[in-house]
């Protein structure tokens, strides 16, 4: 799977963006699909995850009521829809498909990775 994220930019605190990501190569519905993120001196961390259908979401606690995950698997897209940003926010956003469909906050559990997109988030 070939994975393209983009939707990233510059905002204001308590903006709004919405990251995409498009999937090619392989059926994206056999993929649960997640968000990471990596800040300066920060590991990678956890954002978000839908299940292959769009029905189960998962969230970081840090981005829970804020962020909304979703996916139309007839586009093979997957969206990050950011409300009510943060500076603490601000980071190189990934998104990731799982084929096992499991252990959905662990990075090393994802088969495929795209290029990050950069959001800032200014105060």
């Known amino acids: 799977v070939q994975l393209q994220a983009s939707g990233g930019g510059l905002v204001q605190a308590g903006d709004s963006l919405r990251l995409s990501c498009e999937a090619s190569?392989?059926?994206?519905?056999?993929?649960?699909m997640g968000w990471f993120r990596q800040a300066p001196v920060k590991g990678q961390e956890f954002v978000a995850a839908?299940?292959?259908?769009?029905?189960?979401?998962y969230y970081a606690d840090s981005v829970k009521g804020r962020f909304t995950i979703s996916r139309d698997n007839a586009k093979s897209t997957v969206w990050l829809q950011m409300n009510s940003l943060k500076p603490e926010d601000t980071a190189v956003y990934y998104c990731?498909?799982?084929?096992?469909?499991?252990?959905?906050?662990?990075?090393?559990?994802?088969?495929?990775w795209g290029a990050g997109t950069q959001v800032t988030v200014s105060s």
């Open positions: 190569g392989r059926t994206f519905s056999n993929y649960l």
């Open positions: 990731a498909a799982n084929a096992r469909g499991d252990q959905v906050t662990q990075p090393q559990e994802y088969d495929y």
């Open positions: 839908v299940n292959w259908n769009g029905i189960n979401e």
